[in-house]
């Protein structure tokens, strides 16, 4: 017997059925998958998804940082070249400094606090370098007027007064007289009176007389409220002239008048 086998060509009603089955999967299909495409847009809205935050940290650490970096970096600038500049100025005013110094001195090569220790040594070895040499032309002008056998003149006077004054701070004054012949006869009262009026009080004197005929007046003033402008940086330096000039100038006269 034969077996019994499925037909190779299908009816037109079976094909019309499976035609209207497949039509029907589709719309439930495309049904379905609009429905969940609704339902994701919906969830969606109600629930946004959260940006995220290491992008939006990155992008303003990243401007951030430019920001803070570009002055930063301008400021650095700056102080370097102020740094630059004021380094080359003291090496200016250094350099200037050591051509003060005596050519022995000028010739070595010198740390900066080398040449301010030695700036500052040699001052005082100028001062008395000069002090001593201003001694030594009054002296020779007190000896010719000796060998003349005459009294010092009115205008000579002053050449064998040897008169000094620094200004200690802005209140006190050191006046130095010195009378290199002792034919010449001056009272301290005069010059005290003549200070007193240039604003300045007595504190303490000292009168020593060396073999060598000379006298010596050691005067240390206090100077009052109202003067203490003037001894004070260049009007001290001003002052103190001022006040040689007047003590040579009262000596002079006194003199004249004793004669």
Do not use: W
């Not at 370097?80 to 010739?107: G, I």
């Not at 002239?241 to 008048?257: A, P």
């Amino acid at each position: 017997m034969l077996a019994l086998s499925p037909p190779l060509f299908s009816s037109p009603l079976e094909n019309n059925v499976m035609s209207n089955e497949l039509r029907s999967d589709d719309r439930i299909f495309a049904s379905n998958r609009i429905q969940h495409e609704d339902g994701m847009l919906q969830q969606s809205l109600l629930f946004p998804s959260p940006p995220h935050p290491e992008l939006e940290f990155d992008d303003q650490s990243r401007a951030s940082n430019s920001a803070k970096d570009s002055p930063r970096s301008h400021k650095k600038l700056s102080h370097n070249a102020y740094e630059r500049d004021r380094r080359k100025k003291l090496n200016s005013f250094y350099s200037s400094l050591r051509t003060l110094l005596p050519e022995s001195d000028r010739t070595k090569k010198m740390s900066i606090p080398s040449t301010v220790s030695r700036v500052v040594k040699y001052i005082p070895e100028l001062q008395s370098q000069v002090a001593r040499l201003s001694r030594r032309k009054e002296e020779v002008l007190a000896e010719i007027a000796k060998r003349k056998g005459g009294s010092p003149t009115k205008e000579g006077i002053e050449f064998l007064i040897n008169v000094s004054a620094t200004c200690l701070n802005s209140e006190e004054v050191m006046v130095h007289i010195t009378v290199l012949n002792k034919n010449i006869s001056l009272p301290l009262s005069k010059f005290l009176k003549v200070l007193e009026g240039e604003g300045l009080q007595l504190m303490n004197a000292s009168t020593l007389t060396s073999f060598g005929d000379k006298t010596f007046y050691n005067l240390h003033f206090q100077v009052l409220f109202g003067q203490i402008k003037r001894c004070t940086g260049m009007e001290g330096q001003i002052f103190c002239e001022h006040l040689v000039k007047v003590i040579k100038e009262k000596g002079r006269d006194d003199y004249s008048s004793i004669q």
